[in-house]
T-cell receptor, first 112, second 116 residues
């Protein structure tokens, strides 16, 4: 049972473009929504996270948009760079945030 | 200095063998985790310990046994390895406890296990 659905599975964006990755969740008890970035051969690393009391959070070129009623959230990468090429995972958790449920991942490639 | 370290980085073994993966964190965190990432890159939590106490135990075969000698270490022992155990295993740690906040989880570099 996949509680967090992520799309697309892969994404190719031109340098300078906007990368958009979407996630949808089912469990309304989820109250913490982080995005993790994973480079080949490395462990995932937290990129940005949001709580459901706000609809948007921005950190540099990375923005999370959150729609509580639709149970959806998305990651926007502005001015995408080749160095952003990685796999991105959305995740969700309840309560203490210890148990993260991950989406299936999106492999992003930013081309010159 | 590496925050979360794992050994070994690679592990190639035969079916039926028993193997262990070690994890150490020097972040002073109270909570540690084991995740499995399969060939499709799907990440799934297996176990979590808080101050040496098991707090999360997902549906994992009992051939997998975590052990936490202290809060800075969480090891994973796997008995009777099967082909399906081939995956990348990640250790992670966070500051949060059982009822902790929305704490960042810091992942190790992973251990790539291949069962032949």
């Amino acid at each position: 049972q996949q509680q967090v659905k992520q799309s697309p599975q892969s994404l190719i964006v031109q340098k300078g473009g906007i990368s958009i990755i979407n996630c949808a969740y089912e469990n309304t008890a989820f109250d913490y929504f982080p995005w993790y970035q994973q480079f080949p051969g490395k462990g995932p690393a937290l990129l940005i996270a949001i709580r459901p009391d706000v609809s948007e959070k921005k950190e540099g070129r990375f923005t999370i948009s959150f729609n509580k009623s639709a149970k959806q959230f998305s990651l926007h990468i502005m001015d995408s760079q080749p160095g952003d090429s990685a796999t991105y995972f959305c995740a969700a958790s309840t309560g203490g945030g210890n148990k993260l449920t991950f989406g299936t991942g999106t492999q992003l490639k930013v081309e010159l | 200095d590496t925050a979360v370290s794992q050994t070994p980085k690679y592990l190639v073994t035969q079916m039926g063998n028993d193997k262990s993966i070690k994890c150490e964190q020097n972040l002073g965190h109270d909570t540690m985790y084991w995740y499995k990432q399969d060939s499709k890159k799907f990440l799934k939590i297996m176990f979590s310990y808080n101050n040496k106490e098991l707090i999360i135990n997902e549906t994992v075969p009992n051939r997998f046994s975590p052990k936490s000698p202290d809060k800075a270490h969480l090891n994973l022992h796997i008995n009777s390895l099967e082909l399906g155990d081939s995956a990348v295993y990640f250790c992670a740690s966070s500051q949060g406890g059982i009822s902790g906040g929305r704490e960042t989880q810091y992942f190790g570099p992973g251990t790539r296990l291949l069962v032949l």
